[in-house]
């Protein structure tokens, strides 16, 4: 089982272009999570899935918009990019228990 | 509103010196804790949890917590660190059936070799 996949693993972006990041679990998880973590402030829930069909805000959603594609699939959208969403991006994903799985994270600047 | 507080932002030690690394949670009712590791460049891993029964817990590379729930924390304890020890730790926890998790900040720690 690869766990938790995230493509890409580092991207740039210039001010205003969009871009999806993508998020596969193969553990049959039922609920997916993405978060951003940046110093000093740890991990901060954008938006979350706890079933197929279902997404929810988190903490911080506003410029980011995601889909969950299927039960694997979770991805997450900047349809403007802007600098203070450079950041790591962190997918994860749940079963029935609470234990979250994380994957290995995209690194994005946006200059 | 539930937070976790980690006390101790930085710390840096020198191999083979004990470590605790403080966690207190603020929430009244049953709840499920863990501690999460990131070493350098890599992604969160499970270190520990505890979700009921004994609570003194152990997990790997010979970290252990203990749950006090009188003091709602939840400190990381390992007697001897190594310089591979060297990460980031986050304290969290998720009440009853939250499918949310609670984070802490994090605490940076550094091994001297």
């Known amino acids: 089982n690869a766990g938790v996949t995230q493509t890409p693993k580092f991207q740039v972006l210039k001010t205003g272009q969009s871009m999806t990041l993508q998020c596969a679990q193969d553990m049959n998880h039922n609920s997916m999570y993405w978060y951003r973590q940046d110093p000093g402030m740890g991990l901060r829930l954008i938006y979350y899935?706890?079933?197929?069909?279902?997404?929810d805000k988190g903490e911080v959603p506003n410029g980011y918009n995601v889909s969950r594609l299927n039960k694997r699939e979770f991805s997450l959208r900047l349809e403007s990019a802007a600098p203070s969403q450079t950041s790591v991006y962190f997918c994860a994903s749940r079963a029935s228990g609470p234990e979250q799985f994380f994957g290995p994270g995209t690194r994005l600047t946006v200059l | 509103a539930q937070s976790v507080s980690q006390h101790n932002h930085h710390v840096i030690l020198s191999e083979a010196a004990s470590l605790e690394l403080g966690c207190n949670y603020s929430y009244g009712g049953t709840v499920n804790l863990f501690w999460y590791v990131q070493y350098p460049g890599q992604h969160l891993q499970l270190l520990l949890k505890y979700f009921s029964g004994d609570p003194l817990v152990k997990g790997i590379k010979g970290f252990e917590a203990e749950f006090i729930k009188s003091k709602f924390s939840f400190n990381l304890r390992k007697p001897s660190v190594q310089w591979s020890d060297t990460a980031e730790y986050f304290c969290?926890?998720?009440?009853?059936?939250?499918?949310?998790?609670?984070w802490g900040l994090g605490t940076s720690l550094a091994v001297n070799p």
């Open positions: 899935s706890a079933s197929e069909g279902t997404t």
């Open positions: 969290a926890f998720n009440a009853g059936n939250n499918r949310k998790l609670i």
